[in-house]
């Protein structure tokens, strides 16, 4: 697991890389809010652990700008500004857990761990084909980060199709998995597979729902 330590006091950085190593991560530290930055949006890292004070680019920017720049980490404030409005200020803008300064190492370590747990968790409840976003715990869907408005027999259409990424399914399979309370007719998947085009492929050159002629449809990547 690799975490980013962005702290610039020398000496609580030092003992909260110890304690995260001790705790099975891979640690990055930096003092600087503009590199901590520069690391969270370019690589990959299981959880942030962020102060708010810092040379450069101070922490509720540097939050705030990752999620609009649509970096997921996990984030855990460490600060001392302890007052309330700060914690709400920080969660608002996109933080995901706030512990004040001084601060229990045991509880340092079991809130990161947690945050790291929560994401596994949610990660597992999306999926990615190139650009497209599933979120099936809230049945939302989005597109190069811009949300894809289904109906109900559309998303159940599309995430037949998303959880066989790659593999065609007939029109009778997908019949038989999305209509399976209702009757359709022989042209039913053809014309959903119409109009869940137009919403998921309409303006973007690579298409991702294809024809596989005499067989069925698939949803993937590459192209016809």
Known sequence: MKALLVEDERPLGLAVTRV?????FQVSWTTDGSRGYDAALNEEYDVMVLDVLLPHKNGWDICRDLREAKRTVPILMLTALDELSDKVRGLQIGADDYLPKPFEVPELV?????LVRRDKVNRSLITRIDDLEIDRSKRTVTRAGKEVRLTRREYDLLEALASNEGRVLSR????????TDDESFSNTVDVFIGTLRK????????????????FGYVLRAGGE
């Open 20 to 24: 995260l190593t001790d705790a099975g």
């Open 110 to 114: 079991a809130r990161v761990q947690a």
């Open 172 to 179: 009778q399979t997908i019949q038989e998995r999305v209509w």
């Open 199 to 214: 919403k998921i492929d309409t303006g973007f050159e690579k298409k991702l729902i294809h024809t596989v002629h005499g």
